[in-house]
């Protein structure tokens, strides 16, 4: 991912989007069918492959520069990028509950 806490931020909220989306759209085309066992392996095959984006959107430069010796720029990266998307997380939050989306 940057160094850039912003672009990190709404990458992690467009994929979060992203999966929503397929998730909503699979399950109007699916309707009443009943579950399969193929379900659960899904949800967890995707939650692997969801920490596993989140991990690198979040921690991906904090570690190279880590690596590179510097801590503080690292710690202020990984704090910027989770202070930005607990920000966007609360409008997301407002929007809901004020009726707008």
Not at 26 to 44: N, Q, W
């Amino acid at each position: 991912m940057t160094k850039n806490p912003i672009i990190n931020a709404l990458s992690a909220s467009a994929y979060i989007t992203l999966v929503v989306g397929v998730i909503n759209f699979i399950t109007r085309t699916l309707g009443s069918k009943p579950d399969s066992a193929i379900a659960p392996i899904v949800f967890l095959s995707l939650l692997t492959l969801s920490v596993s984006i989140m991990a690198s959107v979040f921690f991906y430069q904090p570690l190279l520069l880590i690596i590179d010796g510097k801590k503080k720029e690292a710690i202020s990266l990984i704090v910027q990028t989770v202070a930005v998307f607990g920000l966007i997380t609360v409008v997301a939050l407002l929007l809901l509950f004020s009726g707008i989306i």
